[in-house]
């Protein structure tokens, strides 16, 4: 490389690095602000069923745990013109990890070996996928297959809508797996039309795609939680959410997904599982003390 060329390559590359490293940040921050308002959602939700009304301290809960999902849709709408689906998709975990020392020490929740270990998973599968990716931060508007993004976006929406219409009809049989799958689909969509829309030709189609596909999260989500049990909807739609839009990067916008990265994701997904899947409810009369504080927010 010339000498003359050297100072110019480099802040180049400075500039990419910076980039990336604002919407990891932006992505933490999002995932953090999503599963903190989930954790409100789903208390609100369980305290509606005890009360059987709406007027009550749970009402306040329910909407600021809205409003955090809210800011969720726009945080994480930032990250995504910083960084590339395959990096910011797999930091859902850390959000997760949040959540749970939250609950240990603002609402003083025990803390399992097994939640341990799937915070280790998660951390571990997280520095994973962000060491090694090789994309870069903005979106390459050449590598986008509209033909790809159909033939997956199309199917997945279909499906998701005729296993919820045959779980109503059964009585919402395996509704945390039926609901808590769909409810990570539309999020992994969410996340993919995001991005898209930073591309400046078809900006007019995905910003109102993203809009519909952040709406159906958020009812798929609530509607999950009252039909089933947090342990059964948050593994699946994590679980989904991450696998989905890392694959949808990768067959949409050829993002490059390396071995390692792939190993990363499969990791936190472990860490997902271990951390949520094998616990157990928690009495909604255990919350009641701890959480009325959060009223006043």
């Known amino acids: 490389m010339d000498v003359f060329q050297q100072p110019r390559f480099l ?6 690095n910076n980039s990336i490293m604002i919407g990891l940040a932006c992505g933490v921050l999002s995932y953090i602000t999503l599963y903190i308002g989930k954790g409100l959602q789903k208390y609100a939700i369980e305290g509606f069923k005890t009360k059987k009304s709406i007027k009550n301290k749970h009402s306040g809960i329910w909407i600021f745990g809205t409003i955090l999902t809210v800011l969720f849709t726009l945080i994480h709408w930032i990250a995504l013109n910083f960084a590339p689906i395959n990096l910011i998709a797999p930091l859902e975990g850390t959000g997760l990890v949040t959540l749970l020392f939250f609950s240990y020490y603002a ?5 399992t070996g097994k939640e341990i270990t799937g915070v280790v998973f998660i951390i571990i599968g997280t520095v994973l996928a ?12 050449s590598r986008f297959s509209m033909t790809m993004f159909l033939i997956i976006s199309v199917p997945l929406v279909l499906m998701e ?3 919820i219409i ?6 919402y049989k ?9 409810g990570g689909t539309m999020m992994a969509l969410q996340t993919l039309t995001k991005r898209l829309s930073f591309m400046d030709d078809y900006a007019l189609i995905f910003i109102p795609l993203a809009l519909l596909f952040a709406t159906a999260t958020l009812v798929f989500t609530q509607l999950a939680f009252a039909k089933a049990k947090a342990t059964q909807v948050v ?5 989904a959410s991450i696998i989905i839009a890392s694959l949808s990067g990768k067959m949409v ?3 490059r997904l390396v071995t390692i990265q792939i190993l990363g994701i499969v990791t936190i997904v472990i860490g997902v599982i271990l951390l949520t899947a094998f616990q157990k409810e928690q009495a909604n009369s255990r919350l009641n003390g701890n959480l009325f504080r959060l009223k006043r927010f």
């Open 11 to 16: 802040a180049n590359h400075m500039t990419l």
């Open 107 to 111: 609402l003083k929740e025990s803390m």
């Open 130 to 141: 962000a060491l090694y990716n090789t994309n870069a931060g903005e979106v390459d508007t």
């Open 161 to 163: 809508i005729i296993l």
């Open 166 to 171: 045959i779980s109503r009809f059964s009585g």
């Open 174 to 182: 395996f509704a945390g797996l039926v609901i808590g799958f769909s």
């Open 235 to 239: 593994p699946c739609f994590t679980s």
């Open 253 to 255: 916008l050829n993002e």
